[in-house]
């Protein structure tokens, strides 16, 4: 069987964020995967296999990360509609049956690839007692993101606070079923982008996520209310870095970034 590591939101290897792909002929047992996903060690390794024709998706679909398997993950889908289209075993936009719903990838003629995720609903909420201490900064707001994407979303007062912040990712772990999101504007958005982000997701053994597709089905409503434009790009600011363009269509968030396949390989277990 053939696997694949994947930097996704990026254009350059060793950048992004890195994803293991499989294509199956059908789903192996969910141990099995779980312990590939393990081994891997990436933050999702995901797994797919075609479906008949004539349904409403081309591909199913599922994400595991080393510790846990995912309701939704954007840039391993991203990878696995990068592997469809440059290993030619998919053409044109693809559509994947997932634990999310149907989520379709379209490559477009830059080399980039649209996906179309669902919009995570937004909740106020309260700054949880000792998140402050756990993060090491205030945050100003507290924005429960739902059911698909679980985590607790937080504006900090500036960029330097996203960047510095060396949170307590075991005291992290205790506010929602993933992890923190951090964010806040960007400093200078002559430098190509609206808002700088970090994601700290302990509970699903991600320590901090390089760059998040599902944290900006959230990050995408919450700033383009407050910035009052549609299409954003967001730079998620861990050590490897990456892009995420936006466009917020109400309900549905398309989310736009390039891959590079780094490393192809024969699993023999």
Do not use: K
């Amino acid at each position: 069987m053939r696997i694949r590591i994947v930097d996704a939101f990026t254009d350059r290897p060793f950048a992004g964020n890195p994803a293991g792909v499989m294509l199956l002929d059908a789903f192996p047992e969910d141990d099995w995967m779980q312990s590939v996903a393990l081994e891997v060690n990436h933050a999702e390794t995901a797994f797919a296999h075609p479906l008949p024709e004539g349904g409403e998706a081309d591909w199913a679909l599922r994400w595991f990360t080393p510790a846990a398997e995912v309701a939704m993950c954007g840039h391993a889908t991203l990878a696995t509609a990068h592997v469809l289209h440059s290993t030619g075993a998919h053409a044109g936009p693809v559509r994947f049956a997932t634990r999310s719903g149907v989520l379709v990838a379209t490559p477009r003629e830059d080399g980039s690839i649209t996906m179309d995720f669902p919009t995570a609903p937004l909740t106020v909420t309260e700054v949880p007692e000792g998140l402050a201490e756990a993060l090491g900064a205030q945050p100003r707001t507290a924005i429960d993101t739902g059911p698909n994407v679980g985590d607790l979303l937080v504006e900090l007062a500036d960029e330097q606070t996203v960047h510095a912040l060396r949170p307590d990712l075991r005291a992290i772990g205790a506010h929602s079923s993933r992890g923190v999101i951090a964010t806040a504007r960007a400093a200078d958005p002559a430098l190509g982008y609206d808002y700088v982000s970090r994601c700290f997701f302990p509970n699903v053994g991600i320590d901090e996520d390089p760059v998040t597709g599902s944290a900006h089905t959230a990050l995408a409503p919450f700033w383009s209310e407050r910035l009052g434009r549609a299409e954003l790009t967001g730079l998620q600011a861990s050590t490897r870095s990456g892009r995420v363009r936006t466009e917020l269509r109400g309900e549905r968030t398309l989310l736009s970034g390039r891959a590079v396949t780094v490393i192809e390989g024969e699993l023999l277990a």
